[in-house]
């Protein structure tokens, strides 16, 4: 005898829902993977992007640091030659680190102690945050605020109470600007103010000493080319003259791109002669007239041409030591390495800010992407959801419950999520890579965060198949929801 | 169990058969587009244990709302089912689920078979669902299979099969977790006269055999050889309800009176 007694029907095992959805998706393989390809275009989108912003970030700033060590010889010419105006050296003492030679070099001109030259940094930088407030401006608002003022005569402005009313009185009406500064801490930074200039200064004029001093042994050579002899004496009579010049580390540096200036000068002077003018019409198939210096740069870069290029130098009479073809070669490289610094830094403006280098157009541009492709697979799902109604509803003729069916679909989704998201980062993962490499060539190659790419790949799957889910949830819902009765119905 | 003898004496038999299915007072109404729609307008059956019950009526006579209402599927409007007298309206979702997967096996006129399982894997579905370990349920669908003939056929998916065998395996299906009550909805109406007559073989063998209660809804006048008692439905009423032995059964048509 057969008694009926009821109880909670269990939960299949995840290993079985597993395997029937599995089963299920091989069976309907293609329409499965039309949805998947979905998938793949939305991450693969989401991670090329995402990408190209790590790399052009990284790229960014170690473009930024390359120019900065390229460029030391620049500063310290100017450096050596003119002490600098007031709001350089606010601006330059805002920005330096406590602990930079520019810091203690600084405080040695103006003859301070520790805490006082603390104090005068952080003025420094107030003074600065109010400049980058009214440069970041436009020129209407500026305008209306402060006039026409510019530098150090924006404080010597707001100083005087109806400017600072005007200025108050703009502000308030303005809403898109925030000045997030008080205005008391304002009131105390325009009331330093004389304190400071008069400490900026005396900064001068110990600078425009020291200056003298160094003019004293120049002996009508310019600066350059004693800085190229910054190891020896000339290093000497710099640290004497008060400036902190580093013998170990600024010195070489310093006097290493000086020599490598001078070079430069030299060669572009010698391509004016005509045995050398003619060596690289002759390489150019072209007249001599119509030779300019890029040509010259271009050929230099061979090695062969280089030494014909010395010896037509030396036939021209010009000087020629200190030059081999290695050298010539090397700079015409260094030349080349340069322009690509300076097409990298044009290229790496736009990199964003925050934790992904997205910028806000980006990131709104990518939200609307992951949109579109959440509908997608919302309506891929409610058809296969439509398609299935007989399978469903036999599934639940036979036991199954609403939760398994809910929980079939939206597995279903996650494996075509996890499918699509690892097909589609690395994607574009690769083109985004690809792109970047084209753009900035293959010696930025040690400036790509492999690491970060990584965890954004993780992050574009993870992305992609938590998508996929939200996504299924409004049809498996639908589809658990269905009656079982449906099954009795001839199709 | 309740044994099928010959209908001689039966309302006195009737007593003293445990009662399956009830239903007290069934009605079920649907409001489509503003329209009252009543598909069953008061029906009271008591179906017995062991017993072999067809179903007959012209289409939209409310033999499926019938069938959907004694097999869990779909709730009354006003009435109540009750199954082995536990009344269907009172049970959970889960509950519902373990009596449909337990108590009742459907076996439906499109056969639906799971299209992308193979056939052993379609008998044992409802077994895992159960809760049967892997193992035995491969072992009792093999056995199950073997019932009905299929047992060298486990492996094929239902587009490899033909109508018959489909069925034959949705038989088996329905079978898995020893079902008290067995819903046919037109088994044999998409089948040719010799396989509908295997299938109806199969049935009339395990309503003998293994004492499985059979409501069928069918058009199949062979049906009435085997089953124990005919029931017509028309405009959702109970027309009339006879015995085997009350009806003769000619070749080329049916006559009650």
Redesign the interface.
């Given at each position: 005898?057969?008694?009926?007694n009821?109880?909670?029907?269990?939960w299949?095992?995840m290993r079985?829902t597993i395997s029937?959805t599995v089963?299920?998706i091989?069976?309907?393989l293609f329409r499965a993977s039309v949805t998947v390809a979905v998938i793949v275009v939305a991450v693969a989108f989401l991670m090329n992007i995402l990408a190209e912003s790590l790399i052009k970030r990284s790229v960014a700033s170690n473009t930024r640091e390359r120019i900065d060590t390229s460029r030391v010889i620049y500063n310290w010419s100017a450096k050596l030659s003119s002490p600098g105006s007031q709001e350089s050296i606010i601006i330059e003492v805002a920005n330096c680190s406590p602990d930079s030679d520019l810091y203690r070099e600084t405080q040695r001109f103006a003859a301070m102690n520790d805490d006082d030259m603390a104090a005068f940094q952080t003025h420094a930088q107030k003074i600065v945050f109010v400049f980058d407030f009214f440069n970041s401006l436009d020129y209407a608002k500026r305008r209306a605020m402060i006039h026409t003022a510019s530098g150090l005569e924006i404080l010597n402005r707001l100083r005087t109470p109806e400017n600072m009313e005007q200025f108050k009185l703009a502000l308030s009406r303005i809403r898109s600007v925030h000045f997030d500064m008080s205005f008391d801490e304002l009131d105390a930074v325009l009331a330093k103010g004389p304190e400071i200039r008069k400490q900026v200064k005396t900064i001068i004029t110990a600078r425009r000493n020291a200056i003298a001093v160094i003019n004293k042994t120049l002996k009508g050579k310019t600066i350059l080319e004693k800085l190229a002899t910054a190891n020896g004496p000339f290093g000497d009579t710099i640290r004497q003259a008060g400036f902190i010049f580093d013998a170990d580390q600024t010195a070489p540096l310093v006097a290493d791109q000086a020599q490598r200036l001078l070079d430069i000068l030299a060669l572009e002077e010698s391509m004016e002669e005509r045995p050398t003018r003619q060596l690289i019409a002759q390489q150019a198939n072209i007249l001599p007239a119509d030779v300019n210096v890029m040509m010259m740069w271009k050929y230099l870069d061979g090695k062969r041409f280089a030494t014909r290029y010395l010896e037509k130098m030396q036939e021209g009479g010009l000087k020629t030591e200190g030059l081999t073809p290695d050298r010539l070669v090397d700079l015409a490289q260094g030349r080349k390495e340069n322009a690509a610094l300076l097409r990298a830094e044009r290229l790496t403006l736009d990199a964003g800010k925050g934790v992904l280098g997205l910028g806000e157009r980006l990131g709104w541009l990518l939200f609307v992407s992951m949109l579109v492709c959440g509908i997608g697979i919302t309506n891929a799902m409610m058809m296969a959801v439509t398609e299935r109604f007989?399978?469903i509803?036999?599934?639940?003729?036979?036991?199954?419950?609403?939760g398994?069916i809910m929980i079939m679909f939206v597995l279903e989704s996650c494996f075509m999520g996890i499918v699509g998201g690892v097909i589609g980062s690395i994607l574009g993962g690769v083109i985004g890579l690809g792109r970047m490499l084209a753009a900035f060539g293959v010696n930025f190659l040690g400036a790509i965060p492999i690491g970060d790419i990584l965890v954004g790949m993780l992050m574009s799957v993870l992305l992609g198949t938590i998508l996929a889910a939200v996504a299924a949830v409004l049809p498996s819902f639908k589809a658990a929801r269905l009656?079982?009765?449906k099954?009795?119905r001839?199709? | 169990?309740a044994e099928t003898t010959p209908q001689s004496d039966a309302a006195q038999k009737n007593a003293d058969r445990?009662i399956i299915i009830r239903t007290v007072g069934l009605k079920k109404s649907y409001l489509m587009k503003g329209v009252l729609t009543e598909a069953l307008r008061g029906m009271d059956i008591e179906i017995f244990?062991g017993e072999f019950i067809s179903v007959m009526g012209p289409s939209g006579s409310g033999k499926?709302t019938f069938?959907?209402m004694i097999?869990a599927?779909?709730s009354p409007s006003v009435g109540r089912v009750f199954?082995?007298e536990?009344d269907v309206a009172q049970?959970?979702?889960?509950?519902l689920?373990?009596?449909?997967?337990?108590?009742i096996g459907?076996i439906?006129?499109?056969y639906?078979l799971?299209?992308?399982?193979t056939a052993l894997?379609n008998v044992t579905?409802?077994m895992?669902?159960?809760?049967v370990m892997?193992d035995e349920a491969r072992s009792r669908g093999m056995g199950l299979l073997d019932l009905v003939g299929l047992k060298d056929r486990w492996h094929h998916r239902p587009i490899e099969m033909s109508g018959g065998q489909q069925q034959r395996v949705a038989i088996a299906?329905s079978l898995s977790?020893?079902p008290?009550v067995l819903l046919c909805?037109e088994p044999t109406a998409n089948l040719d006269l010799h396989t509908g007559q295997e299938i109806l073989e199969i049935l009339q063998r395990l309503n003998k055999e293994k004492g499985v209660t059979i409501i069928c809804a069918t058009h199949d006048h062979r049906m009435m050889n085997i089953c124990d008692r005919l029931m017509w439905i028309r405009d959702g009423k109970i027309d009339r309800i006879a015995d085997r032995g009350d009806v003769h059964i000619e070749v080329g048509g049916i006559d009650g009176h």
């Open positions: 005898m057969k008694s009926i009821i109880a909670d029907q269990p299949l095992s079985r029937i089963d299920g091989r069976y309907r007989n399978e509803a036999t599934l639940k003729c036979l036991g199954a419950l609403d398994f009656a079982p009765m099954a009795m001839v199709e | 169990m445990r244990q499926s069938f959907n097999g599927l779909d199954i082995d536990v049970l959970t979702a889960e509950e689920a373990y009596l449909r997967c337990h108590k459907y439906f006129q499109s639906n799971i299209k992308y399982m894997e579905t409802p895992a669902f159960g809760g892997p299906r977790n020893n008290s909805d």
